[in-house]
């Protein structure tokens, strides 16, 4: 199969890059990804983690924050992808926008974020939501039933006014070391921009950043 992707006449040069580090980017594709009506969740990544006996995995999660120092999400923390980042901190996350032809592969180190922050965040989410996080991620159950059944004995343990106590549950923040941006062009040569910290490449950028474009 082949798709067509983006002509000669719109591509990603370096001389065009306003602020030549990656994080001011990062948040404006993700900002024309937004504005893309056919993108649902311009904010869902792909993480892939490796475990202490160096087999990976990956699984989509959606980003909640941007900053300097790198990028926000949440997840269990008896999650499988949380026990590999306690084992291994190495992580990588891809963000892949199809309409606009547009991929960011970011690698990076994975840490906990204070429980202050994880607790704040977690009382800004919906309480269906707050709720479900008290149920294990990835533990074994019998069948869709039980999942049902213990929704139901939490909510009636809370009832409708008890504040929903934060779980094993909580942020990590990827403190990245290398990002790299990707546009398709339809004749294949795909436009590759990869920035990383204080890395030997071909060009000084921003904050600590340098960058060098990559074949396709």
């Known amino acids: 199969l082949r798709i067509k992707y983006r002509e000669r006449k719109d591509v990603f040069l370096e001389k065009n890059i306003k602020v030549k580090e990656p994080i001011t980017i990062f948040k404006d594709w993700l900002g024309e990804a937004t504005k893309t009506e056919e993108i649902i969740e311009p904010n869902a990544g792909c993480i892939a ?11 989509f999660v959606l980003l909640k924050d941007v900053l300097d120092e790198g990028f926000t999400f949440f997840t269990n923390y008896g999650s499988r992808k949380a026990q590999n980042i306690s084992e291994n901190p190495n992580v990588a996350m891809t963000f892949y926008w199809l309409p606009l032809r547009r991929s960011i ?11 202050e922050k994880s607790l704040e965040y977690f009382h800004m989410r ?15 159950i019998p069948s869709r039933e039980h999942l049902d059944e213990i929704e139901a004995k939490i909510k009636a343990d809370l009832g409708d006014d008890k504040e929903v106590p934060l779980p094993n549950w909580g ?3 990827i403190k990245p ?39 396709p």
């Open 171 to 173: 942020g990590y923040l």
């Open 177 to 215: 070391r290398l990002i790299e941006f990707w546009q398709g062009q339809s004749d294949r040569l795909h436009d590759r921009i990869r920035f990383e910290v204080d890395g030997k490449l071909v060009h000084k950028g921003e904050n600590g950043w340098v960058y060098e474009r990559l074949a």
């Open 105 to 115: 592969r970011i690698e990076g180190v994975a840490e906990k974020i204070s429980k």
């Open 49 to 59: 983690t490796v475990d202490k006996n160096g087999f990976p995995s990956n699984r």
């Open 126 to 140: 919906p309480r269906a939501s707050q709720i479900g996080a008290l149920a294990e991620q990835s533990s074994k």
